[in-house]
């Protein structure tokens, strides 16, 4: 009963920027934590950032001063603007989305990923 649903990925020549988009619907109460995570070729997923209903957030020492994480709650979106990007930040990208559904505790919700490719 609620989808989360990624946008904005692609390739991109490193130093370059992209945006993430990150929507949840269907029957949503409120949302907790909203994060974004990565996975890269044989490698397990990280999380990269993440923001609370407050608009307080959290990021990976990797990424601290070249990405940033904000979202909208009227929008129940999400996102994730990176700069100075590297190759190294190659991966599928993946929203997590912690919703509160009406008669029920809070669950996480995820995305099926967007694909970022940044080439050297």
């Known amino acids: 009963q609620v989808q989360v649903a990624e946008s904005g990925g692609g390739l991109v020549q490193a130093g370059g920027s992209l945006s993430l988009s990150c929507v949840a619907s269907?029957?949503?109460?409120?949302?907790?934590?909203m994060a974004w995570h990565r996975q890269a070729p044989g490698k397990q997923r990280e999380n990269v950032a993440s923001?609370?209903?407050?608009?307080?957030?959290k990021y990976a020492d990797s990424v601290k001063g070249r990405f940033t994480i904000s979202r909208d709650n009227a929008k129940n979106t999400a996102y994730l603007q990176m700069n100075s990007l590297e190759p190294e930040d190659t991966a599928v990208y993946y929203c997590?989305?912690?919703?509160?559904?009406?008669?029920?505790?809070?669950?996480?919700?995820w995305g099926q990923g967007t694909q970022v490719t940044v080439s050297s």
């Open positions: 997590e989305a912690n919703v509160v559904v009406v008669g029920r505790p809070f669950r996480a919700y």
């Open positions: 269907g029957s949503i109460w409120s949302i907790k934590t």
């Open positions: 923001i609370d209903a407050s608009g307080n957030t």
